[in-house]
């Protein structure tokens, strides 16, 4: 319940001298630091080669943690740094994230509920996994600016809710992806009251429900994107714009061959349109 401040490497749990570069087992480190509301540091995570779950909700609610641990691993593993550091509301500087090649969510909430982020690591990855960005940044109120998201190949639910509820955030990524995957960019933006403008959209190909809930409650889009695709699918923009209530004008819809639910409520409280 004191102020805690944890030095060396956490490896040493391991092999008595915090030498090893790689975890052993699953779930080997996680939720060591569950609720420690008085960690002012965290120990050196030097490991490499990681394993599924092995970080997962390490520092969850350590909101006196202000500076995260290096993450050097380019190795990923499934839900490896799932829920790092949720709620720690005092960190400010988040590590790097050099690894390219991801694992299924292996990002998922790393971020979420850290109001005092005021900046995003680097993104590099150009392959993606199944839910790995999901609800990473969400609630991080005090986030301005998204990383580059430079992926042009998606994953089912790769974005979902990634920046939902950053309500300081006035600038989206680019997204360069033409071919979209089941609920990718499903609630991406959801309820970021501050972002004016929206990124473009070239895609072509579309999945289900991939753009549902995109922009909701975003009250101060002025403009939408251009959507050109012209064969849709399932739920592809429900509740797409909901709510965006300084929406003046609708992009065109020139698609020709419709799904079920395609357009539903995607225009809804858009009461300036």
């Known amino acids: 319940t004191g102020r805690i401040a944890a030095s060396g490497s956490v490896m040493s749990l391991i092999d008595g001298k915090g030498e090893a570069k790689v975890i052993p087992n699953d779930f080997c480190f996680a939720r060591l630091f569950l609720h420690c509301a008085g960690l002012t540091q965290a120990p050196e995570l030097p490991a490499t080669t990681l394993s599924m779950g092995c970080y997962e909700g390490m520092f969850y609610e350590c909101s006196s943690l202000k500076q995260a641990p290096e993450l050097p691993a380019t190795t990923l593993a499934m839900e490896c740094y799932y829920g790092m550091f949720i709620g720690c509301t005092s960190l400010i500087s988040p590590p790097q994230l050099p690894a390219t090649t991801l694992a299924e969510r292996c990002y998922s909430y790393m971020f979420n509920e850290c109001t005092g982020l005021t900046q995003a690591p680097k993104l590099p990855a150009t392959t993606l996994a199944e839910f790995c960005y999901y609800h990473m940044f969400k609630k991080c109120t005090s986030l301005t600016q998204a990383p580059e998201l430079p992926a042009t190949k998606l994953e089912n639910c790769c974005y979902k809710l990634m920046f939902a509820w950053c309500n300081h955030l006035v600038q989206a990524p680019r997204l360069p992806a033409t071919i979209l995957a089941n609920r990718c960019y499903s609630g991406m933006f959801k309820s970021c009251t501050n972002l004016t403008q929206a990124p473009q959209l070239n895609a072509m190909t579309l999945d289900c429900f ?14 939408a994107p251009e959507l050109p695709a012209t064969t849709l699918a399932q739920g592809c923009y429900y509740c797409m714009f909901k709510k965006c209530t300084s929406l003046t004008q609708a992009p065109e819809l020139p698609a020709t061959k419709l799904e079920r639910a395609c357009y539903e409520c995607m225009f809804e409280g858009c009461k300036s349109l």
């Open 210 to 223: 991939c753009c549902e809930e995109m922009f909701d409650g975003c009250s101060n889009l002025t403009q």
